[in-house]
């Protein structure tokens, strides 16, 4: 049977979705489902599936789609480039979230603390890779501060040239806007990017609250002074104010931007679920809310369009959080200074080079999961904490059971347990420095019984004493699955359960 042709725009009267209207095909007799837009960076990600899983449920026609297209705002950042990298398979975008925020009110900027002026730089990038298949959404993000060597270019604004040199990922755009960002990813992770997305702050307000809020659960309370985020530990429902602060968030933790990302990535989750799982996919007002918010800020190349709209609502026609992925490049050296530039993030070359090779040969980036029954859940990923056994009983053998049993469970034991000076302790014990007082609550938690110890000065090395009630080791996993050491988490590990 032929494909019914698609419906012509009107641009005085956008047509309604109407359950007599003929569904578009493809040539094979599956349904076409259109999709929405989504925006650039934390909530970018989110709202690129978001929008697109919108317009896919819904059934919005071709029409809407080419008036919705007509609202983006277009920019080149493909002019002039030469020397790119071979094309694979699936397709790559990239996705730049930007400190914009012109539109926020004055009492918002305070309430939020986004005061100052922004550095017209990108706060966030990541690469969106869509399978060949159109199952699978990967979505790798790249540090801001991550070092970059800028191939040479003209500066669009000066129009002086500029030799190759080196700087931080995100002073790409602020130097040559979104074609040095462009090129510089291309340099760094010889992916092709096929179309780029950039977003701002109130693009991502307007869509949180547009869909109600989100959902986001924490393990730990999370404080920042910086950006005014104050969060108990528990589930939360969080507007686009407070979800603004807790994306941006980099001081709650020693982790800094690395934390960052990751919060970012169980909010995108999050919202995902959300989306996907609620009434406002069938509810065309509400998703011309949702599109009318996301919208007004996005700004793509003009390659991507009505057709390429389509493709991504054909790819996320079933989309739900399990088949998405999440990682971060992997980084080999923390605080890498360089002269004039300051402190960066040094990726792991060999492993970068790895994921990106994935990325370009369409590979799942995230391992089969065996399941694990009654496994706890821990703040602390047993891959993190090293511990040295020892056996405080006569029991022969004790000490190497338990040492082989916690590396079992994911544990960077010694391998190598001693003997205490006392054979006749009753308790298993647990000694640990305080200044790793989480990592020692995760250890205890897979030696239930046992009792914890402080020991000023110890350091990260974590001394269990095996006593003569030991009986099992209890399996656990981390609250949050990217502290394991792939790296790479798929949307259901990290959404509230």
Not at 269 to 297: E, I, K
Request: contains cysteine; positive net charge; charged residues 25%.
């Amino acid at each position: 049977m032929p494909t019914p042709p698609r419906s012509p725009v009107r641009p005085q009267r956008p047509p309604r979705p109407s359950p007599a209207r003929r569904p578009v095909r493809r040539s094979d007799g599956r349904p076409v489902r259109p999709v929405r837009r989504r925006r650039p960076r934390w909530a970018m990600r989110a709202l690129t599936t978001v929008s697109v899983v919108v317009l896919a449920s819904a059934g919005i026609g071709h029409a809407v789609l080419s008036s919705l297209d007509a609202d983006i705002a277009r920019v080149d950042p493909f002019k002039d480039m030469k020397n790119r990298p071979e094309g694979g398979h699936g397709m790559n975008l990239l996705m730049v979230g930007t400190d914009g925020r012109e539109k926020i009110t004055e009492a918002d900027r305070r309430k939020y603390r986004l005061g100052g002026a922004p550095c017209h730089c990108t706060d966030t990038v990541m690469i969106v890779h869509i399978s060949e298949d159109r199952e699978r959404a990967s979505i790798v993000s790249l540090p801001r501060d991550s070092y970059a060597e800028a191939p040479a270019h003209t500066d669009e604004v000066t129009g002086r040239r500029h030799a190759p040199h080196p700087l931080k990922l995100n002073a790409a755009y602020a130097e040559g806007g979104p074609t040095l960002t462009v090129r510089t990813v291309e340099n760094m992770t010889h992916v092709k990017i096929d179309h780029y997305m950039e977003v701002d702050f109130t693009s991502f307000m307007k869509t949180v609250d547009v869909l109600g809020g989100v959902r986001i659960c924490t393990a730990q309370p999370l404080k920042d002074r910086y950006t005014g985020l104050d969060l108990a530990a528990g589930p939360h429902v969080l507007g686009g104010g407070q979800a603004l602060q807790y994306v941006r968030s980099r001081h709650t933790d020693g982790s800094s931007d690395l934390g960052r990302m990751k919060r970012q990535q169980r909010f995108l989750a999050s919202l995902v679920s959300q989306a996907t799982s609620s009434g406002v996919l069938l509810n065309p007002m509400r998703f011309r809310d949702v599109t009318r918010a996301v919208l007004g800020s996005v700004r793509a190349d003009k390659g991507f369009g009505t057709d390429e709209l389509l493709d991504l609502g054909r790819a996320m026609r079933n989309f739900s959080p399990s088949s998405s992925e999440f990682t971060t490049v992997p980084i080999g050296q923390m605080a890498y200074a360089v002269k004039g530039i300051g402190s960066t993030l040094k990726w792991d070359e060999p492993k970068a080079r790895k994921l990106f090779q994935e990325l370009r040969e369409d590979k799942p980036l995230a391992a089969p999961r065996a399941p694990r029954p009654g496994a706890v859940r821990v703040a602390v990923a047993p891959q993190r904490i090293r511990v040295q056994i020892e056996n405080g009983t006569s029991t022969t053998g004790l000490g190497k059971r338990v040492d082989g049993a916690l590396a079992a469970t994911g544990f960077r034991t010694t391998g190598r347990p001693t003997t205490a000076h006392d054979p006749t302790v009753r308790r298993t014990v647990v000694a640990y420095d305080p200044r790793w007082d989480r990592s020692a609550k995760s250890l205890a938690a897979a030696l239930p019984g046992a009792a914890l110890r402080a020991v000023p000065g110890q350091g990260p090395l974590l001394k269990v004493t095996a006593g003569a009630d030991f009986k099992r080791v209890t399996r656990v996993r981390a609250e949050d699955p990217a502290q394991g050491e792939s790296g790479v988490v798929t949307g259901d590990q990290v959404v509230c359960p």
